[in-house]
């Protein structure tokens, strides 16, 4: 049987990367109009892979196009983050349970470690997020639902949109803090319905503080 060489990750799908992470960090602003050919003359690419990098981020709900006026960083309303943490809510309020009632003790552990690291990043904003968000995709990992993961996935990409403004609010790290070790002890003693109701709790919680 013949070799089979494997193509490298397509252009299209780094410059799709680069650009989602520029508007994580708010390189590119809500609501701004994405230069095109700044970007690719910037980085010396031709306006193709940059449309179809375009193209992913619409799909993920991070860019807006619009007829005869190029693209746009994507804008969420109140009502669109209070969509986004319902679902949210929902899909991984039921995850918890699943993990609280059918994880290992190795697994325990290792979301016991994430969340240590969670307690030494009350200082740091960014890295608390990084960290929050890997505890909440391992958990998700454990739960084994890959459909629940992608669609947790990719409403996250949606609620990262606000994230600042969500960490900003006075006291907002602590009281996230404090809601983790409510849902960390209920994995730990093996009470799915408790973990559940702390994990809506939650993301309850989180809204208000992000809208």
Known sequence: MPSVSLAPRALYEEV????????????????????ELKIAEELGISRTPLREALKVLAAEGLVTMKVRRGAYVTEVSDKDLADVYHLLSLLESDAAGVVAERATAMQLEELKALHDDLETAVNDR?????????????????????WRQQMVADLRKVMKLNRHNSLLKTGRIDESLKEHRAIMAALLAHQGDQATRRMQEHFLNGLEAAT
């Open 16 to 35: 799709a990367e680069l650009l989602r992470q520029r508007i994580f960090r708010r390189e590119l602003e809500p609501g701004s109009w994405i230069d």
């Open 126 to 146: 960014d890295r608390f997020f990084a960290i929050n968000e890997q505890f909440h995709m391992r958990l998700l990992e454990m739960a084994d639902n890959r």
